[in-house]
């Protein structure tokens, strides 16, 4: 396979066809959570592991492609957005090195956003359909993580980002909003669905459910409902 221009191209097993005809309508985000780059490229390019991206971006900007566009990598597990229960068929999966507990630099976080731009415009992806590991799994991932900035990409058009964030003026049934949106509710725990929109939205959010939190999720809901119409691959 020729990779993507300006990655490099190593391989991965780690792959298969995009079930009954899915074609990717999501772009998934995570980190690493590994010492390196090329600790992280080992693994999801390692037989035995069964895990897997479409890309990896190191800290310094460089890209690895490890699996075609057009195939289905497998990057995020059981999980959920929306209807979609089979992300993996609907998705493309980008890893960042990162070991979950540093910023993202200005190297890594340029080269993600040139990257995405190209994917999202090849399958003609809308904002809203990136979300991060943790909003399609609540409780049991948590990248990328509250080191992330989600506002700089929705600054871009690449994500985003609640219009009136933490005004207190928007009332709402937090749950409905949430599902709504996207989130898995009823798959988990509510206080898992908050942790998770605080940790995308709100990450200096404390305590209890609160106006603001549920402000931010009718701000997003009404706005970017989730395509409950589309394939449930």
Same mark, same amino acid.
């Given at each position: 396979?020729?990779?993507?221009a300006g990655a490099i191209?190593?391989?991965?097993?780690?792959? &298969?066809?995009?079930?009954?005809?899915?074609?990717?309508?999501?772009?998934?985000?995570?980190?690493?959570?590994?010492?390196?780059?090329? /600790?992280?490229? /080992?693994?999801?390019?390692?037989?035995?592991?069964?895990?897997?991206?479409?890309?990896?971006?190191? *800290?310094?900007?460089?890209?690895?492609?490890?699996?075609?566009?057009? /195939?289905?990598?497998?990057?995020?597990?059981? &999980?959920?957005?929306?209807?979609?229960?089979?992300?993996?068929?609907r998705s493309i999966g980008? *890893?960042?090195?990162?070991?979950?507990?540093?910023?993202?630099?200005?190297?890594?976080?340029?080269?993600?956003?040139?990257?995405?731009?190209?994917?999202?415009?090849?399958?003609?992806?809308?904002?809203?359909?990136?979300?991060?590991?943790?909003?399609?799994?609540?409780?049991?991932?948590?990248?990328?993580?509250?080191?992330?900035?989600?506002?700089?990409?929705?600054?871009? &058009?690449?994500?985003?980002?609640? &219009?009136?964030?933490?005004?207190?003026?928007?009332?709402?049934?937090?749950?409905?909003?949430?599902?709504?949106?996207?989130?898995?509710?009823?798959?988990?725990? *509510?206080?898992?669905?908050?942790?998770?929109?605080?940790?995308?939205?709100r990450p200096w959010g404390?305590?209890?459910?609160?106006?603001?939190?549920?402000?931010?999720?009718?701000?997003?809901?009404?706005?970017?409902?989730?395509?409950?119409?589309?394939?449930?691959?």
């Amino acid at each position: 396979m020729i990779p993507l221009a300006g990655a490099i191209w190593h391989p991965s097993p780690g792959y &298969g066809p995009r079930r009954e005809g899915a074609r990717p309508d999501m772009v998934v985000i995570h980190y690493t959570a590994m010492q390196s780059a090329e /600790a992280a490229l /080992a693994r999801l390019c390692d037989p035995g592991a069964e895990v897997s991206a479409h890309y990896l971006i190191c *800290e310094r900007g460089r890209i690895w492609q490890m699996v075609a566009e057009a /195939a289905r990598a497998w990057h995020a597990g059981a &999980g959920r957005w929306g209807d979609v229960r089979d992300v993996n068929s609907r998705s493309i999966g980008i *890893e960042l090195a990162n070991r979950g507990d540093h910023p993202f630099g200005e190297a890594q976080m340029a080269a993600l956003e040139g990257l995405m731009r190209g994917i999202m415009d090849r399958w003609a992806i809308p904002p809203e359909r990136v979300i991060g590991h943790s909003d399609m799994a609540p409780g049991r991932k948590g990248d990328p993580g509250r080191r992330f900035d989600w506002r700089r990409l929705a600054l871009q &058009g690449l994500s985003v980002w609640p &219009g009136r964030a933490g005004s207190g003026d928007l009332p709402g049934d937090f749950a409905r909003d949430a599902a709504r949106f996207g989130y898995p509710v009823g798959d988990v725990g *509510e206080d898992m669905i908050l942790a998770a929109v605080r940790l995308r939205f709100r990450p200096w959010g404390r305590g209890p459910l609160c106006e603001a939190d549920r402000a931010v999720m009718a701000d997003l809901a009404a706005r970017f409902p989730v395509d409950r119409g589309a394939p449930s691959a």
